[in-house]
Structures are given as structure tokens and as C-alpha cells.
């Protein structure tokens, strides 16, 4: 299965669409976001507005799911800002193509409290084999020897990988 080898996380595809490097760093064990406030204030946002859900369901140590509405079928992700909207919508997309591969048949919403909007998703017409490209361009980035050039974006100055790539 293609989501095994190497092992493709939601956190990955929603880097694809954000930064290249942060994507191979990432997926090479090199994290920094231990040490980012702004994962911590996406954490701490999640747990104050979502506190009484069962969250951070773990799938096959594969895809972590912030929670997941069982009633409804519906798969959520919290986001704190919606400035990478795209990448988080295709890392729900991700997250409901691979339930559906389980047999599992679900819709997505990405909630942003802090924002208080939601969007709705689901796969729509020629998304899945989107995502199998993903997978593969995914797949051939991590692979890579080296990481893929930095950018000098001005979402960088907010990455909690900053000090790694500009000091």
C-alpha cells in the first residue's frame, strides 16, 4: 500500500501544500514543532473548545484524526488559522480517501475556533487519483537525499522550523 512506504501522514500532506522542505525535514525525524508556541496554541485552542470529544483518534499509527463525530460520520480537524486552508483541506481529504480504502465511509470538516468558521469537505469528482499523485510526488520528496531548497516566503517567519532554516 502506498501509504506505508515510506509512511505518509496527514501532518505530510498538509506540508506538501505548505513547504517542500518542511515536508522532508519533517518526515526525515526532524521536528521542531516541540518547540513551537504556535502548535502549543493549536493544541490549547483544540482542548479549550473541543474538550469534552474523544480526540486524537490514532489509525493504524497512520492518520491522527483530531476527533471524529461517530453520529454524523464526520471526520474533524482543528486549525487555528486558516492560512494554509488548502493544505488543510487535502490533508482532510487525505484522511477520509484513506478511511474510505478501510471501508469506512466518512465526510470532513475543518474546524477553526478561533475564527469560529468551518468548512465542510468531502472528495468530490477526480480527488481521489489527486491524492494518489500526492502520495507519489510525497513519496519522491521524502526519498530525496537532501531536502528541497528553502523559500523565502513570508509565511517562514511563523514556521516553527524558522531557526532551522534561516540561522
Given at each position: 500500500m502506498?501509504?506505508?512506504?515510506?509512511?505518509?501522514?496527514?501532518?505530510?500532506?498538509?506540508?506538501y501544500?505548505h513547504?517542500?522542505r518542511?515536508?522532508?525535514?519533517f518526515?526525515?525525524?526532524i521536528?521542531?514543532?516541540?518547540?513551537s508556541?504556535l502548535?502549543?496554541?493549536?493544541?490549547?485552542?483544540?482542548?479549550?473548545f473541543?474538550?469534552?470529544r474523544?480526540?486524537?483518534i490514532?489509525?493504524?499509527?497512520?492518520?491522527?484524526?483530531?476527533?471524529?463525530?461517530?453520529?454524523?460520520?464526520?471526520?474533524?480537524?482543528?486549525k487555528?488559522?486558516d492560512?494554509?486552508?488548502?493544505?488543510?483541506?487535502?490533508?482532510?481529504?487525505?484522511?477520509?480517501?484513506y478511511?474510505?480504502?478501510?471501508?469506512?465511509n466518512?465526510?470532513?470538516k475543518?474546524?477553526y475556533?478561533?475564527l469560529?468558521?468551518?468548512?465542510?469537505v468531502?472528495?468530490?469528482?477526480?480527488?481521489?487519483?489527486?491524492?494518489?499523485?500526492?502520495?507519489?510526488?510525497?513519496v519522491?520528496?521524502?526519498?530525496?537525499?537532501?531536502?528541497?531548497?528553502k523559500?523565502?516566503?513570508v509565511?517562514?517567519?511563523g514556521?516553527s522550523?524558522?531557526?532551522f532554516?534561516?540561522?
Open positions: 502506498i501509504f506505508e512506504n515510506p509512511r505518509i501522514t496527514g501532518v505530510m500532506v498538509n506540508y501544500f513547504c517542500k518542511q515536508l522532508w525535514l518526515a526525515n525525524q521536528t521542531m514543532e516541540h518547540s508556541e502548535v502549543l496554541i493549536g493544541k490549547i485552542l483544540s482542548d479549550a473541543y474538550k469534552n474523544d480526540r486524537d490514532n489509525i493504524d499509527n497512520m492518520i491522527m484524526i483530531d476527533w471524529f463525530d461517530f453520529d454524523g460520520g464526520i471526520v474533524h480537524e482543528v487555528k488559522s492560512s494554509f486552508e488548502e493544505g488543510h483541506i487535502w490533508q482532510v481529504k487525505y484522511y477520509i480517501y478511511l474510505k480504502k478501510k471501508g469506512m466518512a465526510k470532513g475543518i474546524n475556533p478561533k469560529r468558521r468551518e468548512i465542510y468531502e472528495l468530490g469528482v477526480g480527488d481521489e487519483e489527486k491524492i494518489v499523485e500526492l502520495l507519489n510526488e510525497i519522491e520528496i521524502v526519498r530525496g537525499e537532501i531536502p528541497p531548497v523559500t523565502n516566503r509565511e517562514c517567519k514556521c522550523y524558522f531557526e532554516c534561516w540561522s
